[in-house]
């Protein structure tokens, strides 16, 4: 009886270690498995489009459709100037909502203009900046996107710019907060293409909801008219320092194209550089496509987008 009794005890051991075995190994197939997390996201900015929409080519409406049915991508940023009459229209932002929501593609951000200086000078002015940017919180809230992009804009010198920006911004950051939305700024042309500048104000206003969106390509800080109509920037920040600067405050980034060389890189960008800063730096959700090269939008888009692609399996590899 003994005999038979270590027997059968030994059997469950030899049982229990051989079962153990193999959930142990079948937890590291599942986990050799599964697959790498992304790098990044891909979202397409409604601006690398604006000469279709401005022209009544396309339908801003359906700004989600022709992101998925034109490139394949899942992730959208708004751009309020198309449509600047509807950010209290419910019934507006609910199509919005409902063709986003068909199409399987994620509401990003809201890029707003023409709402007034949150730098102006004036304090009444920059009080009415920052109440006309409310309803456009209130539609990204509808949205479901998680920012909405501004410009730190206004009059003064850089000290004096300074200090309206963080006192327009701070106030439209708490309004935001109520609601869920981030309040982000664009290196935007003037003060705010200076990295160093922008990075300061943000670090100044210190509020968790308020941060940046750092674009690969607006770091020119003044411009002047040359005679064929045209502009020349006279005065640009290094773009390769500004992202450094700008990239810890980051909520959103924008990958901005304009042309292309044989090889499918940006001829005047290094993106491989840029997105290995971005990276770097904690960044891993939306980096938004804005081509606004001279060329036709619908194929910018797409070779923005396969240099993206490109970059994004070179870092999984």
Not at 207 to 229: A, Q, S, V, Y
Request: with cysteine.
């Amino acid at each position: 009886m003994k005999s038979t009794s270590l027997s059968r005890r030994s059997f469950l051991q030899k049982s229990a270690t051989a079962s153990m075995a193999l959930g142990l190994l079948g937890s590291r197939m599942l986990l050799s498995a599964a697959p790498k997390p992304l790098p990044f996201r891909i979202s397409l900015a409604q601006w690398s489009l604006n000469r279709a929409f401005f022209g009544g080519k396309l339908d801003p409406l359906h700004f989600a459709k022709i992101a998925r049915e034109q490139f394949d991508i899942d992730g959208i940023e708004y751009v309020n100037q198309f449509f600047k009459d509807k950010a209290k229209d419910k019934a507006y932002l609910n199509q919005l909502n409902s063709i986003a929501a068909d199409q399987g593609v994620t509401q990003v951000l809201i890029m707003i203009d023409g709402e007034g200086q949150l730098g102006d000078a004036d304090a009444t002015r920059r009080t009415q900046a920052v109440e006309n940017h409310y309803k456009w919180i209130d539609a990204a809230h509808t949205l479901g996107c998680h920012s909405i992009r501004v410009n730190a804009g206004g009059e003064g010198s850089r000290e004096q710019l300074a200090d309206a920006v963080v006192d327009g911004l701070g106030r439209l950051s708490d309004y935001g907060a109520q609601a869920g939305i981030n309040v982000i700024v664009e290196n935007h042309g003037g003060y705010s293409s200076d990295g160093a500048w922008l990075a300061n104000v943000i670090a100044r206003v210190g509020k968790p909801n308020c941060g940046t969106l750092p674009d690969f390509g607006n770091f020119c800080i003044e411009r002047t008219r040359k005679d064929d109509g045209s502009w020349q920037c006279t005065s640009e920040y290094d773009r390769y320092q500004g992202m450094i600067d700008l990239m810890p405050f980051a909520k959103a980034v924008s990958a901005k194209s304009h042309v292309f060389d044989a090889a499918g890189n940006e001829a005047h960008i290094d993106f491989h550089r840029i997105m290995k800063t971005v990276t770097d730096a904690g960044y891993h959700s939306w980096v938004g496509i804005e081509f606004e090269g001279p060329g036709e939008e619908m194929e910018g888009v797409r070779k923005t987008r396969d240099l993206l692609l490109r970059i994004r399996e070179e870092m999984m590899a």
